[in-house]
């Protein structure tokens, strides 16, 4: 089968959602920024930008084609877009998803005063309106273009942050 990539910015909820839907699915599931820092030793987060996206993305095709060896098909927690030390939106290069086995792309969407939210609580950072938006809208336009360019199905949801989340994009992946 391959990777189910669940896309999306940073505090719209991925590795929740994942989490959860990977014990519903019975499949495993990981964060792309997990995967790399075990290579690499470099920790994401609050304050901490990446290196070198091109030889990030390298081990994240690497790691992935080692999972899909031991399970048929995985859960992919990342993005289609990062900020970098400036924060400013950072596309991350087009050619890393043809290496990555996607069967299916899951857009996370959520309110932007409620990703601001998530992040000042989870990293204890504070990202502005425009910030979140100009990375919202970015996410969504790459994902389109990786999709189309790919033949990739996408489906979006909106994070509604409650048990209806589950629910709502287990009938987008079926």
Avoid: W
Avoid at 97 to 119: M, P, T, V, Y
């Amino acid at each position: 089968m391959g990777t189910i990539f669940v896309a999306g910015i940073y505090g719209v909820g991925k590795s929740t959602l994942c989490d959860s839907l990977a014990e519903v699915l019975d499949i495993p599931s990981y964060s792309a920024g997990d995967l790399i820092s075990q290579v690499n030793g470099e920790i994401y987060g609050a304050n901490k930008a990446v290196q070198n996206k091109y030889s990030n993305q390298d081990i994240l095709a690497l790691a992935v084609n080692e999972k899909l060896k031991y399970s048929s098909t995985i859960l992919l927690a990342g993005h289609f877009c990062i900020f970098d030390k400036h924060n400013h939106v950072d596309r991350l290069p087009c050619d890393i998803f043809q290496k990555l086995h996607i069967q299916q792309i899951l857009l996370l969407e959520a309110d932007e005063n409620r990703i601001i939210q998530n992040l000042k609580r989870r990293d204890g950072k504070h990202y502005t309106m425009q910030q979140v938006t100009a990375l919202l809208m970015e996410e969504h336009k790459a994902a389109e273009e990786v999709a189309r360019a790919n033949g990739y199905p996408l489906s979006v949801h909106q994070m509604e942050f409650n048990e209806n989340d589950i629910s709502s994009c287990l009938l987008l992946l079926k």
